[in-house]
Structure formats: structure tokens, C-alpha cells
T-cell receptor, first 111, second 116 residues
Framework: SQQGEEDPQALSIQEGENATMNCSYK?????LQWYRQNSGRGLVHLIL?????REKHSGRLRVTLDTSKKSSSLLITASRAADTASYFC???????????FGSGTRLQVQP | GAVVSQHPSWVICKSGTSVKIECRSL??????MFWYRQFPKQSLMLMAT?????????EQGVEKDKFLINHASLTLSTLTVTSAHPEDSSFYIC????????????FGAGSRLTVL
């Protein structure tokens, strides 16, 4: 079952601006991950943050995790038109190997 | 890196026919594969977990006789949609834990099924 809710559902920004997406979840987790999906394609792993971590960076990506609030955010800085895609958070729930995906944010970056 | 090859990428079939989707791990051994289903503009819903050499574990509400999963080798898992109906039209994606660590999934490119 899907447990993660993401907001906003859709986001449209100009190239060069920052994009922030939020994710909430309900259960106890081992880690939280973010994936990207181009239209009609499979998903690509972006970044993983463990439950004992609060913030992580990878290139233009910054992820935060607040386990007390059961929430995470993904920040993409200096966005590019090529960043246009859907972004999903996914949780690895304690005792379960499969990932549970959030509802996703559709990001449109205008050139 | 880990690559999962999935085909066909799209298929159109008549109602009542069966469709097989294949997923192959190209450069690693996938003891476990996860099959997801995605409706337009929605999230991924886990259908089943496929384990090499044993029966698949299906999520609640997923009919095992409708969605047959076979994982006969360490590099191949197949999903067969039996007696497909229009409501089975969807995007089916397989994934596996590759070489990037536990829980990190490598996805196939997905298969879009349209049942007429």
C-alpha cells in the first residue's frame, strides 16, 4: 500500500530557480530515497538518506529527513530544463525489502 | 553499473489474450525482483516480490492467478498477465536490488500494456 504523500503534486518553475518537494510517510523506516522518472520510463535512483541522518547532499540535490515529523524534502538547486520529470520519495520500511513510493511531484522547468 | 532490461516496452493486445513481460538483469544476479504497476500520473504500487527458485509473494488484492510471476533463473523474471482485460491496461515496471546496496532499486524501462 502507498503510504507517502508528496507535495506539491505539480510544480512549474523557471530555469535557474530552486525546486523543493516534500514527502511525508507513516511507518518506521530504515532509509528514505528519492527517485526520478521521465515520462513513460522507469525510475532512476537519485539519493538515499538513512534514518539516523538529517541531511545529505549530492551535486545539486539536497535531501533532509525529519524522523520525528516523518517527513523529507528534496531540493534541486539551479534547476535546468532537463530536470523536468516526476520525482518520487520511497521508503524502506523496517523489516521489508520492497520500497513504498509516495504519490510523486511532477516538476516542469521552463527554459 | 546494474542494468535491468525489460521488454516489450509496449504491447497492445485483444481482451482475453495473455501477455508476457520479461525482465533481465544484464550484469548482476538478481535473486529478488519487485514488480510494480503504475496508472497514469499516479504512483507505483507494488504487485509482488519475485524470488529466484521459489514462489512469488503477492501483495494484498493482487490476484496471483491473474498475474503469474516466474523467476526461474538469477537473471530472468517474467510477469504474465493472463486473460487480459481493458482494466489491466497499465504501466508495469520491474526492479531489482542491484549492486548499489540493500533497498536501492534498479528499474527496468517499463512496459505499457493496452488491452483493447
Amino acid at each position: 500500500s502507498q503510504q507517502g504523500e508528496e507535495d506539491p503534486q505539480a510544480l512549474s518553475i523557471q530555469e535557474g530557480e530552486n525546486a523543493t518537494m516534500n514527502c511525508s510517510y507513516k511507518t518506521s523506516i530504515n532509509n528514505l530515497q528519492w527517485y526520478r522518472q521521465n515520462s513513460g520510463r522507469g525510475l532512476v535512483h537519485l539519493i538515499l538518506i538513512r534514518s539516523n541522518e538529517r541531511e545529505k547532499h549530492s551535486g545539486r540535490l539536497r535531501v533532509t529527513l525529519d524522523t520525528s515529523k516523518k517527513s523529507s524534502s528534496l531540493l534541486i538547486t539551479a534547476s535546468r530544463a532537463a530536470d523536468t520529470a516526476s520525482y518520487f520519495c520511497a521508503t524502506a520500511d523496517t523489516g521489508r525489502r520492497a520500497l513504498t513510493f509516495g504519490s510523486g511531484t511532477r516538476l516542469q522547468v521552463q527554459p | 553499473g546494474a542494468v535491468v532490461s525489460q521488454h516489450p516496452s509496449w504491447v497492445i493486445c485483444k481482451s482475453g489474450t495473455s501477455v508476457k513481460i520479461e525482465c533481465r538483469s544484464l550484469d548482476f544476479q538478481a535473486t529478488t525482483m519487485f514488480w510494480y504497476r503504475q496508472f497514469p500520473k499516479q504512483s507505483l504500487m507494488l504487485m509482488a516480490t519475485s524470488n529466484e527458485g521459489s514462489k512469488a509473494t503477492y501483495e494484498q488484492g493482487v490476484e496471483k492467478d491473474k498475474f503469474l510471476i516466474n523467476h526461474a533463473s538469477l537473471t530472468l523474471s517474467t510477469l504474465t498477465v493472463t486473460s487480459a482485460h481493458p482494466e489491466d491496461s497499465s504501466f508495469y515496471i520491474c526492479s531489482s536490488e542491484g549492486v548499489r546496496g540493500a533497498n536501492v532499486l534498479t528499474f527496468g524501462a517499463g512496459s505499457r500494456l493496452t488491452v483493447l
